[in-house]
């Protein structure tokens, strides 16, 4: 009786199947009448109908079916913007696409995760969690909980959620008593932390909302600050203070020292066929990670591709005065290891105008210093990297490109050693 319920529940009003299903019945039923009819007479214009009629069978049945797997697609997947086509590229071709850990924060991590969702779908994000300006630092000290900021730019690039559903999350509040300045996206992951009991279950359950292609997981769940020491042996504590300063940074350190590193996060590195550091801002969003040393050592076991992005322009109060080869040399005198293995820097033209601006905050183009470079271990990549729209920043389809193409050159180079050896 059970069995029977569930079979007249399909010809419920309002499903949009039953017409499909009808029209798929009729299809077999001409195929196998003709089929059967054909296969007894004889006389010519006989045959000529019946083949009509199995020829009309194979496109009732053809047509129903589309339309019953459409109808069915629709309710999963309700995305007007999207055929079947690419529902199930993205499903299949992206489920097969390389493990990648993209480490970072900031807008430079959110920029690179927006181009790679295109390449695969096994993304993993590993989020700085010092950040202590903005929304995210009132929200860390009135609530106590890690920055939610970071965290909710990376949740969004990696987003397959309708336009209006991310412009949402990135919406700032510009009045109101206590909300001002504060974005929704901060607010909701808030919320949702105080809801689920815990910041992880948040990003997951945001994750879910956003329905995003990948993972976004902070690099540790303690409450971690950074202080920076610089040339003069000044010391300034605390992420939004530490370009404050007037001399250059000479070491960064994590308080508390011995800062655990997020169980998810070592996973994901330990998993990876790549793994990406950079581009954002150096001492405040990508040498946090590296402080933490159960991460450290994790990348630096690994014998996978392991790739430097280094920043297009300066930035002043962290890197005044840097060279390429002074990034990397950076995040490899703070890891103490040597954690990479490849260098992609960008070669493609600067605009004037944009560098008129640019020089006005004191940022300036980062000086390519191969030679310098590969003394550091480094094979060099260069490449036309960089957007030419109103940011000089890097353009996220062309750098997840050439980010592929250094991928696909490491396993030919692998190929080529491992037929070599044998």
Same mark, same amino acid.
């Given at each position: ?13 309002? *499903? ?21 009819? !054909? ?24 047509? #129903?079916?589309? /339309?019953? =797997? ?50 695969? %779908? ?42 209006? !559903? ?11 008593? #206590? ?64 370009? $404050? ?34 581009? #954002?801002?150096?001492? @405040? ?6 402080? =933490? ?25 962290? @890197? $005044?005065?840097?060279?390429?080869? $002074? ?28 560098? *008129?601006? /640019?020089?006005?905050?004191? %940022?300036?183009?980062? =000086?390519? +210093? ?13 490449? +036309? ?6 940011? *000089?920043?890097? $353009? /996220? ?6 980010? !592929? ?16 050896? %044998?």
């Amino acid at each position: 009786m059970k069995k029977f319920i569930k079979i007249i529940r399909w010809l419920y009003p309002g *499903l949009k199947i039953k017409r499909w299903i009808i029209l798929l019945l009729l299809g077999v039923f001409l195929i196998l009448v003709s089929s059967h009819l !054909m296969s007894r007479e004889r006389s010519l214009m006989a045959l000529i109908i019946y083949r009509a009629l199995f020829t009309a069978g194979i496109g009732l049945f053809i047509f #129903g079916t589309a /339309y019953l =797997i459409k109808s069915f697609f629709e309710v999963i997947y309700p995305d007007e913007d999207k055929n079947l086509l690419d529902i199930i590229y993205e499903k299949r071709f992206l489920s097969k696409g390389p493990k990648i850990v993209a480490i970072g924060g900031g807008t430079g991590l959110s920029t690179i995760l927006e181009g790679l969702k295109d390449y695969t %779908s096994n993304i993993s994000a590993i989020v700085t969690v010092a950040d202590e300006g903005g929304s995210s630092g009132r929200l860390r000290e009135e609530l106590g909980m890690l920055p939610p900021g970071d965290i909710r730019n990376c949740l969004v690039s990696l987003a397959e959620a309708s336009k209006l !559903m991310r412009d949402l999350f990135q919406y700032r509040f510009t009045e109101g008593d #206590g909300i001002k300045g504060h974005s929704f996206g901060n607010l909701f992951i808030a919320a949702m932390t105080q809801v689920t009991g815990s910041f992880e279950d948040a990003i997951k359950a945001s994750s879910r909302v956003l329905a995003i292609r990948g993972r976004v997981i902070p690099s540790s769940l303690a409450k971690i600050r950074i202080k920076a020491e610089y040339n003069d042996g000044s010391i300034k504590e605390g992420e939004d203070k530490i370009s $404050d300063g007037t001399e250059p940074v000479k070491n960064l350190y994590l308080t508390p020292p011995n800062a655990q590193a997020n169980p998810e996060a070592l996973a994901a590195i330990r998993e990876a066929d790549m793994i990406i550091l950079g581009p #954002g801002s150096l001492f @405040t969003s990508i040498i946090p990670n590296l402080l =933490i040393k159960q991460i450290t050592e994790e990348i630096a076991k690994r014998n996978i591709p392991k790739l430097f992005i280094c920043n297009v322009m300066t930035q002043h109060g962290e @890197t $005044d005065g840097f060279t390429a080869a $002074d990034h990397l040399e950076a995040l490899l005198s703070h890891s103490k290891k040597n954690i990479m293995n490849y260098c992609l820097v960008n070669s493609g033209r600067l605009e004037y105008n944009l560098l *008129l601006r /640019y020089s006005q905050d004191k %940022s300036f183009p980062v =000086i390519f +210093d191969r030679e310098r470079l590969r003394k550091l271990g480094a094979i060099v990549f260069e490449g +036309d990297v960089v957007s030419r729209s109103d940011y *000089l920043h890097h $353009d /996220y389809e062309k750098t997840s490109k050439v980010i !592929m193409d250094i991928y696909n050159y490491d396993k030919r180079k692998w190929k080529g050693l491992k037929r070599k050896l %044998s």
